[in-house]
């Protein structure tokens, strides 16, 4: 009996436990209800609702979102506040007040975001990127690329490349010169000219191939065209095997086909036998045949 009456008091404890959760639920889900209303609400009145959410005892999810109204409010008291939460506040309500910033693109407050960025530990330094790039401000991100070293400098390049800013890059590898960083963000941009030119300095040869490589990332007939003829000038092992490596990026596998055709070395033809399986073209296996009866 005495187990029976500990297992029932168990039990009641946790339906009490679980009607209180869900209470609780109900109650933070008509809190964010009523904080997403204030979208539309007039700014007069939606601006004291929204502090007193801030100043209150309330979840960080609750403050994020007030955050993001503030966002919406264009009044300088409102992006004061972002301002204010943008500096002062600490882990992800901090980064959340940086990206609202990027969302309302006030000039002032972004302007703003530069020495937060220059006194800000790494988080605080990634939220200020991103507000940038959400406000599409390729100028403040180069400015920030400039002088930035190590994470920080890929970081900044990474978004220019997303950003499509292909003069910003290029002005950026004019100042201090040609990186493994800079030749990704060339080809997340689609920037095959920049890539082009480095691919044709042969006094960096690891940058070379990185950028010949990177141009099957573009693709398109002209860019395996171009790989083919890299191959075929090749001076060296690793610039061909970038420019197979390009083309198996790109997909361009008639271009491995016409080189395997004008082969007649077994070893080379092994090897481009080998990319065009990985490619799973559908000729190979005419290729393979012919091998298979000896041949070249």
Do not use: C
Request: net charge negative; glycine share 8%; hydrophobic share 45%.
């Amino acid at each position: 009996m005495k187990s029976l009456a500990k297992l029932t008091i168990l039990i009641t404890a946790l339906l009490l436990a679980s009607n209180a959760a869900a209470q609780d639920n109900a109650a933070e889900e008509l809190k964010m209800a009523a904080i997403e209303a204030l979208i539309s609400a007039p700014p007069e009145r939606a601006l004291p609702l929204v502090n007193k959410v801030l100043a209150g005892d309330h979840s960080a999810d609750a403050k994020e979102k007030a955050l993001f109204v503030l966002s919406q409010i264009d009044k300088p008291e409102a992006q004061a506040t972002l301002m204010r939460f943008a500096t002062e506040a600490n882990g992800e309500l901090q980064a959340e007040a940086i990206r609202m910033i990027g969302i309302g693109g006030n000039d002032t407050s972004l302007e703003g975001l530069r020495e937060i960025y220059a006194s800000g530990g790494s988080e605080t330094r990634e939220a200020v990127l991103e507000a940038y790039l959400i406000a599409d401000d390729k100028q403040a991100i180069f400015d920030i690329a400039v002088t930035a070293e190590g994470d920080d400098f890929e970081e900044a390049v990474d978004m220019l490349g997303a950003m499509g800013a292909r003069e910003e890059l290029r002005e950026l590898s004019s100042r201090v010169g040609a990186s493994e960083e800079l030749i990704d963000a060339y080809a997340i941009s689609g920037d095959l000219d920049a890539l082009k030119n480095i691919a044709q300095d042969s006094s960096k040869p690891e940058l070379q191939a990185e950028a010949i490589e990177a141009m099957g990332i573009v693709g398109g007939d002209d860019v395996g065209t171009t790989l083919v003829q890299i191959y075929k000038d090749a001076q060296s092992e690793r610039i061909r095997e970038a420019a197979l490596d390009g083309m198996l990026i790109s997909g361009h596998d008639t271009g491995v086909i016409e080189l395997y055709r004008a082969s007649d070395s077994p070893a080379e033809k092994k090897e481009l036998l080998e990319y065009l399986v990985m490619m799973g073209s559908d000729e190979v296996w005419q290729l393979v045949d012919a091998a298979l009866d000896g041949g070249l």
